[in-house]
């Protein structure tokens, strides 16, 4: 069963430059997540998918960040313009969920810097 | 609001040493703890998890016990081996909220031949 697919693997924009990121989920999970990691942090949610609807984008900077899940599948998250301190690893997971906890797998990452 | 709390890092241990690497937490509801593992250059990969108080959950030799009482999950392993270098991130879900994985600082343990 092939992970979770995430491109690309590196980018490197100058500051004010849009950049999307894609994510390709594990087939047949409902939920999709969005996270960034700055370094030497943990990851810290940006917005969580339940099939093609955002049900919690709390953490989402809206002013320049965007994302979508049309077909409740592939998500594209957005930064537009990006600026310096967006510079982190930009990480994807999807999960099934269970009875007890929802396990959440994840893709390798986007690493992203912005000159 | 939930938080995690681990150990700084680097932990440096020889080969064949006892690690313990800790890990405290602060939730509203009652949460499920989860153990992730990140070897370089590769993606987050859950090492181990427990759901209730008292649960041990174990993995590849490492193990972490759910203490409610001191609402910790230390994560500990008997013996490391050189290939067990990597950054170590405690998490949380609060199953009464936000069903997003709460993650600490991360612990990147350097094992030595």
């Known amino acids: 069963e092939a992970g979770v697919v995430q491109s690309p693997r590196y980018k490197i924009i100058e500051k004010k430059q849009p950049v999307a990121f894609w994510c390709n989920p594990i087939?047949?999970?409902?939920?999709l997540y969005w996270y960034r990691q700055n370094l030497g942090q943990g990851p810290e949610l940006l917005i969580r998918?339940?099939?093609?609807?955002?049900?919690?984008d709390s953490q989402l900077p809206k002013d320049r960040f965007s994302a979508e899940r049309l077909k409740g599948v592939d998500s594209t998250l957005k930064i537009q313009p990006a600026e310096l301190g967006d510079s982190a690893v930009y990480l994807c997971?999807?999960?099934?969920?269970?009875?007890?906890?929802?396990?959440?797998?994840f893709g390798p990452g986007t690493r992203l810097t912005v000159l | 609001g939930d938080s995690v709390t681990q150990m700084e890092g680097p932990v440096t241990l020889s080969e064949e040493a006892f690690l313990t690497i800790n890990c405290t937490y602060t939730?509203?509801?009652?949460?499920?703890l989860f153990w992730y593992v990140q070897y370089p250059g590769e993606g987050l990969q859950l090492l181990l998890k427990?759901?209730?108080?008292?649960d041990k959950g174990s993995n590849k030799g490492f193990e972490a016990t759910y203490r409610k009482e001191t609402t910790s999950f230390h994560l500990e392993k008997g013996s490391v081996q050189v290939s067990d270098s990597a950054v170590y991130f405690c998490?949380?879900?609060?199953?009464?909220?936000?069903?997003?994985?709460?993650f600490g600082s991360g612990t990147r343990l350097q094992v030595q031949p």
């Open positions: 998918y339940e099939n093609e609807e955002a049900v919690d």
């Open positions: 997971a999807s999960s099934n969920k269970t009875k007890y906890y929802n396990e959440q797998f």
């Open positions: 998490a949380l879900i609060d199953h009464g909220s936000r069903r997003a994985l709460t």
């Open positions: 939730a509203t509801g009652y949460p499920s």
């Open positions: 087939s047949g999970h409902n939920t």
């Open positions: 427990a759901t209730k108080a008292d």
